[in-house]
């Protein structure tokens, strides 16, 4: 279910969302376009966060759609959302009043309370700079927001379904080392996985089903796949008890 943030109040939101997006779409001058580029070729994870410490796990992530003109960010607990509209430097996310969608799921503190300050940093952003793999969003009154680009997979590149086993196992590649378990569908055997996954982070004891996105890497190190594989969605996981 996804429902509307606005400064500590939740009104639905999913069809203004929708509506906001297709507006957005309508061709924009080519300066916009590039600015809109920019923003839309990379992942953006937050490295820091002006007057605050940064959460604990993993990084914040911020994503661009060109096409839709919307934007999606990670808040450490939900999903937030909605469209985002550039003009030169300045970028105004949501309504420009602090409103965009979020899934809706509690979490201990200070969990909230971190995204309540997000949400609301973020629907107070007025302009941004990108300075080499820098993304930089700052509000009116100084408040800023610091990203560091991640890469992001081709939009084309194929998806995959896995099953990712809840335990590791010893292998070895040039070294001795720790390899996850894959296998495409609950009736195959086992195998080892020698790669890592981009962007996942399993923890002991949990199996997982996940969407990955497949790409071929052009001129690989000698000692390393020419497949990477990032993770595109995380679809169930579940606690394996030990025999």
Known sequence: MIFSHRAGRAAIGLLALASAGATAAVAAPAPQRAGTAALAAHHWDLVAWSGRKLPEGRPLRLDFDAGRHSFSADTGCNRAGGAYRVKGRTIR????????????????????????????????????????????????????????????PAANAPRKFLYVSAETKPCMGVAPMTCLQVRTKESDPWQLHYGGIVGF??????????????????????????????????VEQRVIKRR
Not at 204 to 231: F, Q, V
Request: charged share 25%; glycine share 10%.
């Open 201 to 234: 982070e399993p923890q002991p004891g949990i199996e997982y089903r996940i969407r990955i996105i497949e790409e071929k890497i052009a001129n690989p190190p000698a000692d390393a796949s020419s497949i990477r594989w990032t993770l595109d969605q995380v």
């Open 93 to 152: 996310f949501g309504d420009g009043k602090g409103g965009f969608a979020s899934t809706l799921m509690a979490c201990p503190e200070p969990g909230m309370a971190t995204e309540r300050a997000y949400v609301a940093i973020l629907g107070a952003v007025r302009s941004y700079r990108i300075d080499g793999d820098r993304l930089v969003l700052r509000t009116a009154r100084g408040a800023t927001l610091t990203y560091r680009a991640a890469h992001k």
